[in-house]
């Protein structure tokens, strides 16, 4: 859809507030960046060393080489590995503070968090063989914790969660040599390949590229999920409200943005302060407000159904109702505008990971050992700034949709009666035509949200069961396609099993990290089929992506066996050879591919095609 910045009636309101008041945002930096430069849409620049920077001419006539010798397919795989390898090491780096944090608690070092589901540290104690009988679970958390650690940097050979994966799926990794070993280490070693004079093979890179991708997948961001589940609780479906129209004209507006729960959780109990809550009214206020945006908000909506005030293009928005008293972030997708936007109005913009510090904002460093006060410290800040909101410039639009989350694996299960058999049964006779995971984030190259919706409602509308994390998901609650009721929208099979099930017919399953869940559901339907993950009728896409993360997300799954649509154009068309192994080769080496696909309907045209071509491999 081009010509529009978005779909979302909430966010066009904002922008013309935007307009009208002179501010930017992502949109118009988009177009003033325009043309953006070809090499780098191509992938045909690098700057790997300092005899660069080199670019490659994609019209044959310049350089078709670097200083180096390096040609366009060389660097366009090396480019491509750095940026599965930055995907990974962000969601790895997330899983390892998760896990940290759970040491500590277990080592009684930090107070204020509590191990929430004892069942599933149980579970995953079993799973990497540590003996639960008879020991505390302190004990048990904090021997889980040291083997969890272990697995960034492990010597013993592979990934403990690799055992989840079907026995075809590890044969075809150990015969292509990509099972992941460390997290850390195939980081590191794609850094490593990738230096000047090291690896120069494409596909040898590319093939690396998948391991260390599935070191994110099946360790570092499986693990972030598993141990955000053992210290906060295991999500199970809750109710709650999406879009900037959950901001409140009368309360205290603070909106956490970022990843880890770790600080947006110790918010979700410091906002229930009575101290704090009596302060806020001293000020005038009714009261504490706290929403969620990006994937931080999909933590807490999942597990308390906080409400959600929108997704990745929607953060420079929300400072723009002029209603947020404090912009609280840590981690990963955080627009470094947001300091100097804040600035124009009272908001204040409080960062806290030593990791990620910005113009602008007001440093709080946050220590999980003294997670409340901390959190506390913030809200405090939020509160005390309430007086100096500009009433006359505060402009918070309506939409406020409904939705339904929380569908871990968990709670799926428990929808079904405890096993998978009912899902099984019902994509058998077809009422359930196949699953598609739609994920990630948006881009201002794509109609905010135009893909993910259309997507989702196309493939339902075929009995395509659509599982969802990330801004993807957010966009489907703003959409009203998370409730039951959009069973309606879904096709006769499909809307008869989630009426049955009380369930909508697009699932949020959570955050970025916890594509990890849909793999172990996919990996445990093939287990139960006793076939490969690429034999069953399942698809994944990223409609509207942007992050190096998605990149190391698409390539994890992928490599698990999954054809894969992307809904914007990845830097690799600058390489036939780098294009060709992606899109062709990678059916026969791990049975998963990707396509590219800028078109929604298109797009939901190619998984269904894939869907079918599996159901009749299968013989269903
Ligand atoms: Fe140029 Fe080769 Fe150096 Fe890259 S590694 S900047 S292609 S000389
Ligand atoms: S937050 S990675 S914009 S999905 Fe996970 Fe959204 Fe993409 Fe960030």
């Given at each position: ?76 795989a090396?480019?491509?590995l750095?940026?599965i ?69 492990t010597?013993k050979g592979y990934l403990q969660a690799i055992d989840r994966v079907p026995p075809k799926r590890k044969e075809i990794w150990e015969k292509l040599g990509i099972m992941p070993r460390g997290i850390?280490r195939e980081?590191?070693e794609a850094?490593?390949r ?5 690896d120069?093979d494409p596909a040898n890179l590319i093939l690396h590229g998948l391991r260390c991708s599935l070191s994110d997948g099946w360790g ?299 793999l172990?559901?996919a990996a445990?339907?093939a287990r139960?089929l006793g076939v490969d993950i690429a034999d069953l ?18 390539a994890y799954v992928v490599a698990s066996g999954i054809f894969t ?12 050879v780098v294009?060709d192994l992606l899109t062709k080769q990678a059916k026969d080496l791990v049975g998963g591919y990707f ?19 599996k159901?009749?491999a299968?013989?269903?």
């Amino acid at each position: 859809m081009k010509g529009t910045s978005s779909i979302d009636p909430a966010s066009l309101q904002m922008l013309k507030v935007a307009r009208d008041g002179g501010l930017e945002t992502a949109w118009d930096r988009y177009l003033a960046q325009q043309p953006q430069c070809g090499f780098g849409e191509l992938g045909l620049c690098c700057r790997n060393c300092n005899m660069g920077p080199c670019r490659i001419d994609p019209f044959g006539d310049g350089p078709q080489k670097g200083v180096c010798g390096a040609t366009g397919d060389i660097i366009v795989a090396r480019n491509l590995l750095r940026m599965i390898a930055a995907g990974a090491a962000a969601h790895s780096d997330h899983g390892r503070d998760i896990i940290e944090t759970l040491r500590g608690v277990a080592a009684g070092e930090i107070k204020d968090y509590t191990i929430k589901d004892e069942n599933k540290l149980k579970a995953l104690a079993r799973e990497f063989g540590i003996s639960t009988e008879g020991e505390t679970v302190q004990t048990i958390a904090e021997k889980l914790a040291e083997a969890a650690l272990e697995e960034f940097g492990t010597r013993k050979g592979y990934l403990q969660a690799i055992d989840r994966v079907p026995p075809k799926r590890k044969e075809i990794w150990e015969k292509l040599g990509i099972m992941p070993r460390g997290i850390d280490r195939e980081v590191v070693e794609a850094m490593h390949r990738t230096h000047f004079g090291v690896d120069n093979d494409p596909a040898n890179l590319i093939l690396h590229g998948l391991r260390c991708s599935l070191s994110d997948g099946w360790g570092g961001s499986l693990l972030a999920t598993e141990f955000s589940d053992v210290l906060f609780g295991t999500p199970r479906p809750v109710r709650g409200r999406s879009n900037l129209g959950v901001l409140s004209k009368e309360a205290v507006n603070i909106l956490v943005h970022g990843h880890e729960p770790i600080l947006s959780e110790m918010l979700v109990e410091a906002a229930k302060d009575p101290g704090l809550i009596s302060a806020a009214r001293a000020k005038g206020a009714s009261g504490i407000n706290l929403v969620g945006m990006c994937c931080t908000g999909n933590e807490i909506l999942m597990r308390h159904g906080i409400p959600v005030a929108g997704n990745f293009l929607q953060q420079e928005l929300a400072v723009i109702t002029g209603a947020l008293e404090a912009v609280v972030v840590d981690v990963q997708c955080i627009m470094p505008a947001l300091g100097q936007l804040a600035a124009c109005y009272h908001t204040k913009f409080i960062s806290t990971s030593p990791k990620a510090k910005f113009p602008g904002a007001i440093h709080i460093p946050f220590d999980e050992h003294n997670a409340l006060e901390t959190a506390r410290e913030i809200i405090r800040q939020a509160i005390e700034n309430y007086p100096n909101r500009d009433k006359n410039r505060v402009f918070i639009p309506e939409e406020a949709t409904a939705y339904v989350a929380g569908f871990s694996v968990e709670a799926i299960l428990s929808a079904l009666g405890g096993t998978l058999i009912p899902l099984i049964e019902a994509v058998k006779n077809k009422k359930i035509r196949g699953i598609a995971a739609l994920v990630g984030c948006n881009n201002p190259k794509v109609t905010q949200d135009y893909n993910h919706v259309n997507m989702a409602k196309a493939l339902i509308a075929r009995d395509v069961l659509v599982v969802e994390t990330g801004c993807a998901a957010i966009a489907s609650a703003k959409a009203g396609l998370l409730l039951p009721e959009a069973a309606e929208l879904a096709g006769a099979g499909l809307a008869e099993v989630c009426r049955a099930l009380g369930v909508p017919p697009v699932l949020h399953m959570g955050s970025c990290v916890d594509i990890s869940r849909i793999l172990t559901v996919a990996a445990a339907l093939a287990r139960e089929l006793g076939v490969d993950i690429a034999d069953l009728p399942v698809a994944g896409s990223a409609p509207e992506w942007m992050s190096e993360k998605a990149v190391s997300i698409g390539a994890y799954v992928v490599a698990s066996g999954i054809f894969t649509v992307l809904g914007t154009v990845p830097p690799v068309l600058g390489s036939n050879v780098v294009a060709d192994l992606l899109t062709k080769q990678a059916k026969d080496l791990v049975g998963g591919y990707f396509a590219v696909e800028t078109d929604p309907f298109k797009a939901a045209e190619l998984i269904i095609a894939h869907i079918d071509e599996k159901r009749a491999a299968l013989g269903i």
